[in-house]
């Protein structure tokens, strides 16, 4: 199976900090890539699919960009409610589906 | 308005039998596959396999083949997810969501099994 590393596992930022979370795939998995905020007691809220493509209804401060193996999830300015887990998952096969670790956004 | 309705919480003694469920509503049931992810205590998403309602045809992570079982009955518009003897490392938040080509947009509110003796 396709494995899925993010790091970091946990980030400190403020408010209005630009962030940074990063997914590496094991094989290529061309833009087959999704991202989901999760905050505790809920559940997971799709964010950006096919790598870049952003859900309708989320703020246009979060962006994702990345093919292959190498993806990146950026808030531009990381506002209060920003503050959750942040997972990626791929979706290279159907019938195969894989998530990463996640990353932690926690307040500096 | 689609929905994903998952039956309720669950508290289990080792070695019980246990079937959740996941309820679809709102759109077509048979047009979508369902899948289940599992969430242990503090832990991450893992995807545990899927379903396509039309056929009840499934895959399973090879995490999960074998210690877990998902069906469907179209009729009802509902996905389930079975275990046959349950451990205490199942004790999880059980999700199930809509397969939307390869990623989730909707997805149940979640259902807690806790096996503990």
């Known amino acids: 199976d396709i494995q899925m590393t993010q790091s970091p596992s946990t980030l400190s930022a403020s408010v209005g900090d630009r962030v940074t979370i990063t997914c590496r795939a094991s094989?290529?998995?061309?833009?087959?890539l999704a991202w989901y905020q999760q905050k505790p007691g809920k559940a997971p809220k799709l964010l950006i699919y096919k790598a870049s493509s952003l859900e309708s209804g989320v703020p246009s401060r979060f962006s994702g960009s990345g093919s292959g193996t190498e993806f990146t999830l950026t808030i531009s300015s990381l506002q209060p409610d920003d503050f959750a887990t942040y997972y990626c998952q791929q979706y290279n096969s159907y019938s195969r589906l894989t998530f990463g670790g996640g990353t932690k956004v926690e307040i500096k | 308005e689609v929905q994903l309705v998952q039956s309720g919480a669950e508290v289990k003694k080792p070695g019980e039998s246990l079937r959740i469920s996941c309820q679809g509503s709102?759109?077509?049931?048979?047009?979508?596959?369902i899948s289940w992810v599992r969430q242990m205590p503090g832990k991450g998403l893992e995807w545990m396999g899927r379903i396509d309602p039309s056929d009840s045809y499934t895959n399973y992570s090879p995490s999960f083949q074998g210690h877990v079982t998902i069906s469907a009955d179209k009729s009802i518009s509902t996905a389930y997810l079975q275990w046959s003897s349950l451990k205490a490392s199942d004790t999880a938040m059980y999700y199930c969501?809509?397969?939307?080509?390869?990623?989730?947009?909707?997805w149940g509110q979640g259902t807690l099994v806790t096996v503990s003796s």
């Open positions: 094989q290529s998995i061309s833009s087959w």
């Open positions: 709102g759109y077509s049931f048979t047009s979508y596959w």
């Open positions: 969501a809509r397969q939307d080509s390869g990623s989730f947009y909707y």
